[in-house]
């Protein structure tokens, strides 16, 4: 019976991983057959991060977002913020004694936390894994629903850490390139003009300097012509640069004080973090939780079930943006050593961790008595790397070849998931026993 339980969990969780190699396959064909360019694909996804994650968040989140159920799930934000912070240590370590690109902290530390696992629950759903995580009295629909919740409340915790992290640790891989003398020195750029742009909007000229002319606002005794407020102004090297197209907007001298801040507060607040905001405050508030969150509410029919049908949007749609991404971003070799040191560290000992952290404290009193909590402990801190990483590379300008080219060989080797899934069904079980 044990090994029939196990080949049936086996074989349902290769059926869920094949479903989201198939769509993440249909992605990277609409590229190679170009339905789509690298801009359609920038464009879907930003619209995948900026509207159906958070809308994906409020309606799923919410519900579970009351004082007494956090109270029983701290556990899914702790462990994915103590098992996000190991694996980049465990990154970190590899970096420093293989003596490896920096990119593979990040790529060590950082698993697809929403669209993979969620289309993965959906495709679980049509096989008998569901059933065995169900609680008492509870339908398969009810569990995955409690299941997308859980995964989005990590999800937040790890996205958080990636944008606040992750650019700076790529840097390095730039600072490791000026040293090896590979930067180009800023008096022996050549300007370039820009082509001109085919929109029939008419857009300001870009002012080109060269290396001879430049700096006419700045005496050589250090004082600055033309400037209110600020005292922090561009180094010498900026004048080589094109002036960008961006409004000239000064803040009053007396509200000066509160730029940086604002600021500051406005980069860390991404579109999911705002998502899980709202989520929180609808799910605490007793009225605004009845009015949207209940199916008897005033607004449950119009305003939620609109957030609902944008929502479900994003596993798919965010699935087939990956197999496109892969397709469209040119790859590069990401190196032998990296990429084995990177894969082990998301297929084999972050699952393992996770296997003995569930098997060691679960049913202990330690936290919820939970068998789909339980899975997703295990399942949370596993699996490919985020191709959010491509986004966060192409964003400081470094990496993006080998951060390609590792993701690619990272969703091929995907299927191991279905040994990590079964394997942690029947810990799961065993534990509940």
């Known amino acids: 019976m044990v090994e029939s339980s196990f080949t049936q969990s086996f074989v349902g969780a290769v059926e869920g991983v094949t479903s989201v190699l198939l769509t993440l396959f249909a992605g990277y064909i609409l590229a190679r057959f170009e339905y789509v360019d690298r801009d359609t694909v920038r464009c879907i996804s930003k619209v995948c991060s900026v509207l159906f994650l958070p809308c994906l968040i409020i309606v799923q989140m919410g519900p579970e977002l009351t004082t ?254 990956v197999g496109a991404e892969l397709a469209l971003v040119p790859r590069a070799n990401p190196g032998v050593i990296a990429s084995i040191f990177t894969l082990s560290v998301r297929f084999l000992v972050m699952p393992l961790l996770s296997v003995l952290f569930v098997w060691t404290t679960a049913g202990k009193g330690l936290y919820i008595d939970d068998k789909l909590v339980w899975f997703l402990l295990i399942l949370i801190p596993s699996g490919p790397s985020a191709l959010l990483l491509v986004s966060v590379a192409e964003m400081v300008n470094i990496d993006q070849g080998p951060i390609a080219g590792y993701l690619a060989i990272s969703y091929l080797v995907s299927p191991l998931m279905a040994i990590w899934c079964s394997f942690g069904l029947k810990v799961v079980q065993d534990t509940a026993r």
């Open 68 to 321: 007494s159920k956090l109270d029983k799930l701290w556990i899914i934000p702790v462990w994915g913020f103590v098992s996000t912070v190991i694996a980049h240590l465990i990154g970190w370590a590899g970096q420093v004694i293989l003596k490896m690109p920096h990119w593979t902290i990040v790529a060590s530390g950082r698993p697809n936390s929403n669209a993979l696992p969620l289309l993965l629950l959906q495709s679980l759903r049509y096989t008998t894994l569901f059933s065995e995580l169900s609680s008492e009295g509870e339908s398969v629909a009810d569990t995955l629903d409690r299941a997308k919740s859980l995964i989005l409340l990590n999800a937040i915790v790890q996205q958080t850490l990636t944008f606040q992290f992750a650019p700076s640790v790529l840097r390095q891989d730039r600072a490791g390139s000026s040293k090896n003398g590979k930067a180009r020195d800023v008096e022996d750029v050549t300007p370039k003009l820009v082509p001109e742009s085919t929109s029939t909007v008419q857009r300001v000229p870009v002012i080109i300097q060269d290396s001879e002319h430049v700096g006419l606002l700045q005496d050589t005794d250090n004082r600055n012509y033309g400037a209110s407020c600020s005292t922090e102004y561009d180094e010498y090297s900026n004048a080589l640069q094109a002036m960008e197209e961006i409004p000239n907007i000064h803040w009053p001298c007396k509200v000066e004080f509160m730029r940086a801040p604002i600021v500051a507060t406005l980069d860390w607040m991404s579109p999911p973090l705002i998502g899980a905001i709202i989520a929180l405050i609808i799910g605490i508030i007793p009225p605004l939780h009845s009015a949207f969150l209940e199916k008897q509410g005033a607004l449950y029919s119009s305003i939620t079930q609109s957030l609902k049908n944008l929502g479900d949007l994003f596993a798919v749609l965010q699935t087939v943006v």
